[in-house]
């Protein structure tokens, strides 16, 4: 026998194994056909146990997301932290690792489902992430320690993450079964199922908006979401937005940089001093109602109503 | 009999001066060169013998010894063969030797006794000049360049012969008459260089341009490919102020030992674009003994790293003492040197490693790519950037777009600003914006109350660390020059926020 082998009944320190029988099992995991036996957990069954009892919302969609898609999974998920809701997802690149870091950003705790052993840090170059996740929440997987992913383990991940959770908001997703996997098995376990729009006319949303015409309920932010949980109907909350306490110019260069033209180029044109729509832009930056994405666009840092 | 004469060696950028001495006494027929003599000076003798037979004169069949003093210096190449053909050539008494203490002489002889022209003329035509020589005896090919120094006689001799009749007091030959300036490294003198005018679109990169030229800063651009990176990299030198004098001097000097410049006076700023496979030693200097590398080309004018990513770090690393001082030293075992490097820095990358971030269809890029492309990016040297132009697909709307201006009208404001920063900065250290230390930032550029306040909120949020600040404030300085203002307003400082690089490229993805 190699030093590597590791026999996997033997779980490193910190790692919790709760039995499907045991106090400490969610119980929104056990509804439904296929309910894991045991869930292994580290962070503490104890934290669980208490992060899952009140209201619990996943935040999924697709690991290749765009710069608007990851903006949206983090404010949605800081919002919904802010509101106490904890927020549930994979642990994978894109929409997944935008929610955690959204509600890590006001030191909400997140619980982040693992696709191998709780151990086993995939992708490995967000390790950090994963630290921070189990300092204040949890990872918990249906894998034994030290088993690496397998396919079929994603399958697992998905209706861990979407058992756990009352709400799955898809934030962005290609109309792939992966990327929709969670969504079909929260629809399976009777669960709402939510989506946020994107453009028509981009692939990285065609799955959410698939979504949206099979009548799943839209969502424009972390109000929306909320909405969905304690059954407030849509339109009673009537809180102004803060795009409209902006000053004039300010709202109208987010409207633009909503709008499409979210390059400094598209914006000024051929403008002789373009010195006005450069501040703005710098103020609104300041604010932190528009972030930079990759190639230098600008993005809005959350949606315009219902935020 | 003895005999001496003077002439130059080339060590880097220094011209240092070497006396050569001659000694020819009786004894078997040798011709030996001693003081610390390279191959080419060494393969001299064979040279000097035939120059010497094939010019009609005798070579003397004795035992001929040559000195090269100071002998700690080393020599390196065949500029020193006329000095020592004449040598010889006095030694044996067939030339008289009272004009040898006055002329020095430098240049390489062919076979027949013609004088080939050598690297380094117009440095070693300066040293002539400082060391108070009265005449310098060299190629008529860079007799001109020889010229551009003012208080020395310029002899030129096409061939050994012509030497000797000058060192007999007899006339110099003539020179050849004033041709075209030749173009080199991007252009130069009669050639046009290329012109803003001719770029379609991407105004805002355009004007972040302006921007960098007017205050010297270093600049990054980006944009997918084929958006036009390197064709506005390349319409930088022509939008910034020519070259005064003094500074032409010194370009065509640095050139002129590279071997680069071919005897006029440069006219344009360099513009340098090594290849990203290029060895730290190529980028700065110190491959061998005396080598100058890119920066140092680069000097006084601009240096273009185009696929930034696709430098070696290293490489890049060792531009942080040229960007920090302006200049760059190079020690190794057996020299060490000092050189000029005071360059603007004009780097283009592309946002991912396909170019096509944020294009979902065509960017083949995973995370991990994304990751390593802004890994490569970040660090010590995106810190001394000053401001980032992106350049935008526009397709065939760009195209259709009118230039948003000319080479000459930019560089009328790029004048304007520059003057404007040089009365400032009249008795600083500094020149340009781009170098300006905190306590000239202090003094120069005061910004008004809302200015500030946006400052300080910029750096409570955390977005501009204090050294981002500073270089905010520089970009702003420079925005304000350019539209003729005192004072930095808070428009200057949101224009200058606008136009910051990005920490490491980093996008909205990292967690």
């Not at chain 1, 390790?127 to 383990?153: D, F, H, M």
């Not at chain 2, 696929?307 to 490489?315: D, R």
């Not at chain 2, 990358?349 to 492309?373: I, K, L, Q």
Request: charged letters at 25%; hydrophobic letters at 40%; one cysteine or more.
């Amino acid at each position: 026998m190699t030093g590597e082998t590791r026999t996997p009944s033997i779980p490193p320190a910190g790692v919790e194994t709760v039995c499907r029988r045991s106090p400490g099992y969610p119980p929104a995991l056990q509804e439904g056909p296929g309910a894991p036996r045991t869930l292994h957990v580290l962070g503490g069954a104890e934290r669980l146990a208490r992060l899952t009892a009140g209201p619990v919302v996943a935040v999924v969609g697709s690991e290749r997301a765009t710069d608007y898609g990851m903006e949206m999974a983090r404010s949605l998920a800081r919002g919904l932290a802010v509101s106490g809701v904890t927020v549930v997802s994979g642990f994978a690149n894109g929409i997944a690792a935008g929610a955690h870091a959204g509600a890590l950003e006001i030191d909400g705790p997140t619980v982040t489902v693992m696709s191998g052993g709780v151990d086993v840090v995939a992708p490995a170059s967000r390790r950090g992430l994963y630290e921070r996740v189990i300092e204040s929440g949890c990872a918990v997987s249906v894998t034994p320690c030290g088993i690496k992913q397998r396919p079929w383990s994603a399958i697992a991940r998905a209706r861990t993450v979407a058992a756990l959770a009352a709400v799955t908001v898809v934030v962005e997703a290609e109309e792939r079964p992966w990327d929709l996997r969670v969504a079909d098995f929260a629809r399976a376990l009777g669960r709402t199922v939510a989506a946020i729009p994107g453009r028509v006319t981009s692939p990285a949303s065609r799955g959410t908006n698939a979504l949206l015409a099979q009548g799943a309920p839209l969502v424009r932010g972390a109000q929306d979401t909320l909405d969905l949980l304690y059954g407030v109907s849509p339109g009673q909350h009537d809180t102004p937005s803060l795009s409209s306490r902006l000053r004039a110019d300010l709202r109208a260069t987010l409207e633009r940089v909503g709008d499409g033209a979210d390059t400094p180029g598209k914006l000024t044109g051929a403008d002789e001093d373009p010195g006005e729509t450069l501040l703005a832009l710098a103020e609104l930056e300041l604010m932190g109602l528009l972030g930079r994405g990759d190639g230098g666009r600008y993005v809005p840092r959350q949606g315009l109503a219902g935020g | 009999m003895l005999a001496r004469t003077r002439t130059f060696t080339i060590e880097g950028l220094q011209t240092r001066r070497v006396t050569v001495e001659v000694d020819i006494r009786p004894g078997l027929p040798a011709f030996a060169i001693v003081g610390l003599a390279d191959a080419s000076v060494r393969e001299a003798r064979e040279r000097v013998q035939a120059a010497i037979l094939n010019s009609g004169y005798e070579f003397p069949a004795r035992r001929i010894t040559v000195n090269l003093a100071p002998g700690d210096v080393p020599k390196v190449g065949p500029g020193l063969d006329l000095a020592l053909a004449c040598g010889v050539l006095a030694a044996s008494e067939q030339l008289p030797r009272e004009r040898l203490e006055t002329h020095a002489l430098f240049g390489e002889l062919a076979l027949d006794g013609g004088v080939r022209p050598c690297r380094g003329t117009l440095a070693v035509a300066q040293a002539c000049a400082e060391e108070r020589v009265a005449t310098l005896v060299l190629a008529p090919e860079r007799a001109r360049e020889a010229m551009l120094i003012d208080g020395l006689a310029v002899a030129a001799a096409r061939e050994l012969r012509s030497a000797t009749r000058v060192l007999s007091g007899g006339p110099p030959d003539p020179l050849p008459a004033p041709e075209d300036p030749e173009p080199y490294a991007g252009g130069a003198g009669g050639r046009r260089l290329p012109d803003l005018g001719e770029v379609r679109g991407q105004h805002h990169a355009v004007r972040a341009l302006v921007v960098a030229a007017a205050g010297g800063h270093n600049c990054l651009l980006s944009g997918s490919p084929g958006t036009g990176k390197t064709m506005l990299a390349q319409r930088v030198p022509s939008i910034l102020p020519a070259l005064s004098r003094p500074e032409a001097i010194e370009v065509t000097r640095i050139h002129s030992i590279a071997g680069e410049q071919e005897g006029v006076l440069a006219q344009s700023r360099p513009f340098r674009a090594p290849h990203h496979s290029i060895t730290t030693a190529g980028l700065v200097g110190g491959a061998r003994r005396g080598w100058v590398g890119e920066v140092v080309l680069a000097h006084r004018g601009v240096l273009f790293l185009d696929e930034l990513s696709e430098f070696a770090k290293p490489t890049l690393e060792a531009l942080r003492q040229p960007l920090e001082d302006g200049r760059v030293a190079i020690v190794r075992a057996k020299h060490s040197a000092a050189y000029p490097a005071r360059f603007m820095l004009v780097a283009a990358t592309n946002p991912c490693p396909c170019g096509y971030a944020g294009d979902r269809e065509r960017c083949r890029c995973s995370e991990t790519d994304m990751a390593r492309h802004r890994r490569k990016l970040s660090g010590p040297l995106l810190d001394r950037i000053d401001l980032q132009a992106k350049l935008e697909n526009t397709g065939s709307e760009g195209l259709a777009a009118e230039p948003w201006t000319s080479s000459e009208r930019a560089r009328e404001r790029v004048m304007a600003a520059r003057e404007r920063q040089a009365r400032r900065l009249r008795d600083e250290c500094a020149s340009v914006n781009a170098h300006m230390d905190v306590r000239l930032l202090e003094r120069h550029a005061r910004l008004d109350e809302s200015g500030q306040r946006m400052l300080r909120e910029a750096q409570s949020r955390g977005t501009l660390s204090a050294r981002g600040q500073h270089r905010t404030l520089r970009v702003a300085r420079t925005i304000a020059d350019l539209n003729g203002c005192e004072r930095v307003r808070m428009r200057d400082v949101g224009v200058a926020l606008s136009l910051r690089p990005e920490t490491g490229l980093r996008g909205s993805r990292a967690a």
